[in-house]
């Protein structure tokens, strides 16, 4: 019978993964690890809100028009009323 594991840990500084002591029942057992790289933690909420804004300012998206979108809704009329 096969049994499949998720959770999260880190690697140390000399590259040993650690693993819960739930799993201690899988000592010596023959298992395949998929890791998934999900970036080192930032050391500080500035540090990751000053990243994700960085981020943002640099997608390269066009911006909406909004006056145009809002010129098209007057002419269509096309809304529903919703409630009396």
Request: charged share 30%; net charge negative.
């Amino acid at each position: 019978m096969m049994k499949t594991y998720q959770l999260e840990s880190t690697i140390g500084d000399d590259g040993v993964i650690v693993l819960p002591k739930y799993m201690k029942g899988l000592k010596r057992h023959r298992v395949k690890l998929i890791v998934v790289d999900l970036e080192p933690p930032f050391d500080s909420p500035v540090n990751l809100l000053a990243d994700i804004t960085q981020r943002y300012a640099a997608a390269a998206e066009e911006d909406l028009d909004i006056a145009g979108i809002y010129e098209q809704r007057e002419q269509e009329h096309g809304r529903e009323i919703v409630f009396d």
